[in-house]
């Protein structure tokens, strides 16, 4: 680069050669058409004499172009030519202006500046790095006598080059600036300025560094006496030889400060206005604002300006906030101006803007594939705005390669968002995060059976296709989605409803696998609170089949029945299939035979035959049925057709279960054999399942089959019936840890140890009486008295 001035003084050799150049070719034009107007006709020298004129006007117009080009150049070259520069050796270090708290941070910087040779404030852009460094560098302007000079990288919103930085900091220091912008010319000016600084005590502040490529050429200092002192971006702290101290936002005592000092200055409408630091509202004020310096001074001088109440404020913020996406309201002034005043924010690409105003439609963390569903966007393309964002710490990450906007810019992401996006946006938005997570939901909650069969069988689930992994890592914006409409005065949007019923579905599913209840009846209450479900009587009938099988899980079959009732009643012919189903089994528990028989017969003929899985588990409940009933052919149809279509469904558990009642069967028809081996194969299917509930009842009826069919063979009944008691241990008191104890009497009795069979025996009727088991309680009862009714099965 040419030393000031020298660079205008230069004559523009290339606009002038134009000139000239056109010039003289208008002429030779002009002499050749006089000679070709001896020869050629008369059109032809009026086509010679007008591009004649032509070549003369276009090399003007080449000149003048090339002359514009040249000065635009220079100007972004040396944008401080305009500028009236200080003298050499002057400095240039301003006092601070407006400065509130964070003292604290203040004396860091100092102290670090008193150990390190270049230091650096980074932190978001307009957190305030470009007040604490000069506040900093004022405290310790007595250490250094030979100057303090402050340069800003970002004169004019426009980002300097290094060239441009060592231009400027030569014409503050006297030495020579670079000649070109090549790394040699900058490397010599840098070590030019390092000469000149060595030996004196010298601050140099460059304020608003925006990338670590200004000031590369300046590290690492070599002048031991001399201090550099940066503010700027996060990406500072990557530089070597540099000690950087993050600033974060102010707190919010800090915060609420600089609201009241900014209010004090302006000129207020109303002069007997309450003190924003008693103000309750204000702490609340400031923290929807993301704590923010400029936003927050911009609107507390504003807020004293206009005379707004504090209260009214924080209402209209909070309205814009909380106010679901869906919804439309009118965006109040201060709201705008709180997005107007985030130079953060307006500072990122058009596209990472919209991105950060569509992650705040989830209050949790996302991981790339659902933000680029809900951006509509590639996830090559979502991967460099997240970038984008991360850099400008707008997001922050998360467990599972997910991100999510920082907790404390939260509401103030929800401000853009509102002021950024129109209705019709966000519900598009809205609408392809729902139809997104309903999809893999849906496909994980396929595979929940297959998965639960392969971790009872202590078989590794592949990273890639675990559905208990994926509902774990996004469990917390599942539940959120799922939320959303919940207490809702007016029904999801249209292009939302579908996909957010069958998400809810999904999940349900999954709750009902982890045996997560409570979770789960929050699902069905939200769906069932919502007025879609008053539209449309599948959806609550949906609802009250899924509370029903939770009530029975939580052993309330009265409760169960009610809301099974109520999904009969609410469902269609096909859709009360499951429905039938489950009540037909709670009435079986109450004791109802012939209710249930009828119901679970409805439930079978109302089944699509394409449902093998629903068609074996009616069978497998009207086997049992018909077993109490006493309609032990019926129950041996039922129960096989069962068994061969678990068997060949690999469905384990079904399979088990089958043969489990099957046992009681041929024991009640006296085929001791076939029951032995119901028993065994039932057994060996429940060594790979984890299954404590229904193994235990397996043992029991094989215990008390074997007691039955075979005397001899009571040690071998004691040992499964014992078993069967272990496993039941811990939990709440069933007729089946009655019937339990009852034949462990039994078995103890067999040989010969009365006492401890009285001892089961007592326990037993305590148990039966607890669980209401009358039957059991007066066969338990008959054994204490000496009695021997003939046994029934053990249920």
Known sequence: ????????????????????????????????????????????????????????????????????????????????????????????????????????????????????????????????????????????????PDG?????????????????????????????PPVSGRPDDLADAADELRGQLDGRRILLVLDNVDDPAQVRPLLPPTA???????????????????????????????AVELFATAGAAAPVARPHRPDPRTDPAVPAIVELCGRQPRTVAELGRRTAQHGWRHADVLDALRRAVETPPHQEITVSPATLLVTARDTAYHALSPEARRLWRLMSLSPVPVDRPTIAA????????????????????????????????????????????????????????????????????????????????ALDRDRPLPLDDDPYGWFDLHQELLLAVVRVPAGAAETLPRRVRRWWFRLAVALCGWLAHV?????????????????????????????????????????????????????????GRRGTAQARMNLGLVLLELGQLDDAV?????????????????????????????????????????????ANTFRSLGDARGYAAALTNLVLVHAEMGEHLDAAQAWRAALREYESLADPTNRAAALLNAGAALLTSAPAQA???????????????????TAGLGRTLLYLGDAAATLGDWDEARRHWAD?????????????????????????????HPG
């Open 598 to 642: 009828e119901h679970l017969e409805l439930s079978r003929r109302h089944r699509s035959g394409a449902d093998r899985a629903g068609q074996a588990l009616t069978q497998l409940g009207l086997g049992a049925a018909q077993l109490t009933r006493g309609e032990l052919e019926a129950a041996h149809h039922h129960l096989v057709r069962a």
């Open 148 to 176: 303090q000079y402050h340069l800003d990288l970002r004169r004019g919103g426009r980002r300097r080059s290094p060239r441009q930085v060592l231009t400027a900091l030569a014409r503050i220091l006297g030495t020579r």
């Open 515 to 571: 045996e997560r209840l409570d979770e789960w009846e929050e699902v069905c209450r939200t769906v069932l609170a919502t007025p879609t479900a008053s539209d449309r009587p599948e959806i609550a009938g949906w609802a009250h089949n899924e509370l029903g099988v939770l009530r029975r899980r939580r052993h309330d079959p009265q409760g169960a029945a009610t809301a099974l009732a109520l999904a009969v009643a609410e469902r």
């Open 224 to 254: 031991r006496t001399c201090r550099l002192l940066l503010a700027g971006t996060g990406a500072l702290a990557a530089l070597d030889g540099v000690v950087a101290h993050w600033l974060a936002e102010p707190d919010t005592a800090d």
């Open 715 to 733: 040690r071998q009944a004691y040992g499964m019936l014992a078993e069967s008691r272990r496993l039941r241990e811990g939990g709440r008191a």
């Open 1 to 144: 680069m040419s030393p000031p001035g020298r660079r205008s003084r230069r004559p523009a050799r290339l606009s002038v050669l134009l000139a000239l150049g056109g010039v003289l070719g208008g002429g030779v034009s002009a002499l050749l058409g006089n000679v070709a107007g001896n020869l050629l006709s008369e059109l032809s020298v009026a086509v010679l004499g007008s591009a004649s004129i032509g070549v003369v006007l276009l090399g003007l117009l080449a000149s003048f172009v090339v002359e514009w080009r040249r000065r635009q150049r220079d100007h972004v070259a040396e944008p401080d030519d305009a500028e009236t520069p200080a003298a050499a050796g002057t400095p240039t270090l301003p006092y601070p202006a407006g400065f509130t708290g964070r003292t604290g941070e203040v004396d860091a910087v100092a102290e670090a500046l008193r150990r390190e040779h270049a230091v650096a404030v980074v932190g978001r852009r307009a957190v305030g790095t470009s007040w604490c460094a000069v506040q900093a560098a004022n405290r310790c302007r007595a250490d250094f």
């Open 374 to 453: 809900l951006a509509g966007r590639r996830p090559g393309r979502v991967a460099t705005l997240l970038d984008e964002l991360a850099a400008g710490a707008f997001v922050v990450g998360a467990p599972g390669d997910r991100y999510e906007v920082r907790p404390l810019l939260g509401p103030y992401a929800r401000l853009h968002q509102r002021d950024g996006e129109p209705v019709r946006r966000r519900v598009a938005a809205q609408a392809r995060l729902t139809r997104h997570l309903a999809r893999r939901a849906e496909r994980h909650a396929a595979s929940l059976a297959v998965a639960a069969s």
């Open 764 to 792: 037993a009727a305590a148990v039966c009486e607890a669980v209401r088991d009358a039957e059991g309680q007066v066969a338990a009862d008959a054994r204490l008295a000496g009695e021997r009714l003939p046994q029934s």
